[in-house]
């Protein structure tokens, strides 16, 4: 269980960096649209024409995030990873990347050639090499990367903190580590260099293996994805596949922005220039099943509580289909029903599949606003309407399916989603949340509690608290003590979706404003106790 524990917290670091993503993603498409003739007209195309030329700044400004995609995960996972100090921790692993990346230049420069590695070529696709912060390194993509800020990050948390002598006390701290780290860094260059080139062919034979599997692979990885949601172990599904090298070099989600503007201009169907990008299309499940699932949910709910029930749902479907976050509504049936939820799994699936075979792919892995329309329909509808209109068809289908299964799942097993019968809708009073809170231990307080010390109070107190990390909807929370928290009942209370339990790890689901939910927990924590727990 502590190991599933850590494997959830890394795998909420890496939301981190990847929330940065949407943005960057919705310029590179808006900005190559505005580029394309078929769109804005061969004069506003022409490359001197003052419009095509501060079109092409600020697309050049777009890039930035996935130019340096490297980077932005070796920094952006300490935030969610240092026990203390996360800004030093940062620093430390910038340092310290860099200083990898330099070793393996200095090393590849001397002794690449024993290695299988040409550092004399320049660091062009397919080269095996790129340019990080300008040095000329392996292209270890996401994965060295993670690896590298992980090591670093963990002789943070081991040494930050520890004494030194007096007469080397201006070692303390963030310079110890990167001092350490320093040292540490030139075995892992030299590992580098000698074993990536080997992981490299692993890597292309994968790739041919996922092409080859066609339609059986889509399946599996859209199964996988949605299926391990309530583990947080889904980042380590379609992270390598969107962001790393997986499914193609670069990964999906910066291959589909480079090539952009040749598939739309092209009339060869999509799924033959860019097959890869059938393991981008988990997103339809969030756009198109969401729908279903949340009309089963109304229709099968109560007379009395159809109002509540659609003030429940219809931001959490609205969430889910215009910027692909589907845990708030997720989680209102997973914790009623697990079985709701795998076939969920099965559907999300099977439709992404359906929809691969009958050509449909691209970078789909959110919802309308972040990607499907910036960098999909618009950009590609000029020549590729057809495609936009089959996979429109076969969700709506796919929205007629999930309500049917979704209600008569419902009905046949009696599962008491939101508003059915005696369960409750998920709105909670104030005394609601005073008699859940006198079925327990802790005496209840006159004054009105904000979230976070609500929550604060159901985790047990700051004692009980070794570290908190968040993905986009949750707070991921390792404790000292399970027992010592309280029920449920009480966190739903406070405004949280749900709450998920394993060993000594905890899940809270607060919904997209969990970053300030975050924030006000660990500034409580510092004011209770500020030498007991450090920022995380």
């Known amino acids: ?12 670091a890496m939301f ?4 940065l993503f949407p943005f960057a993603g919705i310029v590179v498409g808006i900005t190559i649209l505005l580029q394309n003739p078929l769109f804005v007209g061969a004069a506003l195309t022409d490359p001197n024409s003052l419009f095509a030329q501060i079109i092409h700044i600020i697309e050049d400004g777009g890039w930035t995030v996935f130019r340096n995609m490297a980077l932005l995960f070796a920094i952006g996972l300490p935030i969610g990873l240092a026990k203390q100090a996360p800004g030093r921790a940062c620093l430390a692993v910038l340092i310290s990347f860099l200083t990898w990346n330099y070793f393996i230049n200095a090393m590849g420069t001397l002794w690449g050639s024993t290695y299988g590695v040409d550092f004399s070529i ?11 912060a300008g040095i000329k390194t392996l292209d270890t993509s996401i994965i060295g990367a993670i690896i590298i800020s992980g090591i670093v990050t963990s002789i943070h948390n081991h040494l930050y903190e520890k004494p030194l002598p007096v007469c080397l006390g201006i070692f303390q701290g963030t310079s110890f580590v990167v001092m350490v780290a320093f040292f540490v860094m030139i075995p892992c260059a030299w590992l580098t260099l000698w074993g990536w080139p080997k992981v490299q ?12 599997a066609g339609a059986l692979g889509v399946w599996v990885y859209t199964f996988l994805e949605r299926i391990l949601i309530p583990t947080g172990l889904h980042h380590f599904i379609y992270g390598p596949f ?4 997986a499914a193609v070099e670069g990964g999906i989600q910066v291959y589909w922005a480079q ?3 040749e598939f739309s201009q092209s009339t060869a169907p999509l799924k033959s220039l860019f097959p890869e990008g059938g393991f981008a299309l988990h997103g339809n499940s969030k756009i198109f099943g969401s729908v279903g699932i949340a009309l089963a949910m109304y229709v099968t709910a109560s ?20 910027v692909g976050i589907t845990e708030p509504l997720e989680f209102t049936f997973l914790f009623i029903s697990p079985l709701l939820f795998a076939v969920h799994a099965l559907m999300a699936a099977t439709m992404a599949t359906v929809m691969y075979l009958c050509g449909v792919v691209g970078n789909m892995g959110g919802g309308l606003l972040d990607q499907v329309l910036p960098q999909n329909w618009i950009p590609m509808f000029s020549n590729h309407a057809g495609m936009m209109f089959t996979q429109i068809g076969i969700g709506l289908v796919f929205t007629l399916l999930y309500f049917v299964v979704f209600r008569a799942l419902i009905l046949h097993f009696n599962l008491l989603t939101p508003g059915r019968e005696n369960s409750e809708v998920k709105l909670y009073s104030k005394a609601d949340y005073k008699a859940a809170r006198g079925q327990t231990t802790v005496a209840a307080s006159e004054s009105k509690l904000s979230q976070a010390a609500e929550i604060l109070k159901a985790l047990g107190g700051v004692a009980n608290i070794e570290s908190i990390n968040n993905c986009a909807t949750r707070l991921r929370i390792a404790l000292h003590d399970m027992t010592q928290t309280l029920s449920d009942d009480v966190f739903k209370a406070s405004g949280a979706h749900g709450v998920y339990r394993s060993g000594n790890a905890i899940q809270v689901i607060i919904g997209l404003n969990v970053p300030q939910v975050r924030d006000q927990l660990e500034s409580l924590m510092q004011s209770e106790s500020p030498t007991t727990v450090g920022a995380v």
Request: no cysteine; glycine share 10%; charged share 10%.
């Open 201 to 212: 062919m692993g890597i292309e034979s994968m790739q041919a293996f996922l092409r080859s």
């Open 303 to 322: 007379p009395e509580n159809k109002a509540k029930v659609a003030g429940l749902l219809v931001p959490a479907t609205l969430t889910a289909m215009l």
């Open 16 to 19: 981190t960096p990847v929330l």
């Open 1 to 12: 269980m502590e190991m599933l524990s850590q494997i959830q917290r890394f795998g909420g």
């Open 242 to 245: 969107i962001f790393g090298p």
């Open 122 to 132: 320049d660091p062009t696709p397919g080269s095996g090499l790129t340019l990080i």
């Open 259 to 261: 090539h952009m503007m």
